[in-house]
């Protein structure tokens, strides 16, 4: 499975992004999707995470980002609203063949990242 992230960029705090995450591969609706991010000198953290339309989220995003997916595009959803200057990181899509939850460790695929920056 390949996975290509696009979608991020500069943005007021209080703005929206969307970031998307094409994958490769027939078997897509059947993968967990999560989201993670990482801030320049800090762990990756966790952010979002689909699996069929069951959806969860770190306790920093609830309320404000939406993941979704279109299996028949092959592609997953972050919808980002009221961004802050903390989420400024490299976030990056991720994929599971099985049930999947917060932990990097259980994903087996990852994107190359998109850069989503919140200046004050």
């Known amino acids: 499975v390949q996975l290509q992230a696009s979608g991020g960029g500069l943005v007021q705090a209080g703005g929206s992004l969307r970031l998307s995450c094409a994958a490769s591969?027939?078997?897509?609706?059947?993968?967990?999707m999560g989201w993670f991010r990482q801030a320049p000198g800090k762990d990756r953290e966790f952010v979002a995470v689909v699996w069929r339309e069951t959806a969860n989220y770190a306790d920093s995003v609830k309320g404000r980002f939406t993941i979704s997916r279109d299996n028949a595009k092959n592609t997953v959803y972050l919808q980002m609203n009221s961004l802050k200057p903390d989420d400024t990181a490299t976030y990056y899509c991720a994929a599971a063949q099985a049930l999947a939850g917060t932990e990097p460790d259980e994903y087996d695929y990852w994107g190359q990242g998109t850069q989503v920056t919140v200046s004050s």
């Open positions: 591969g027939r078997t897509f609706r059947s993968y967990s």
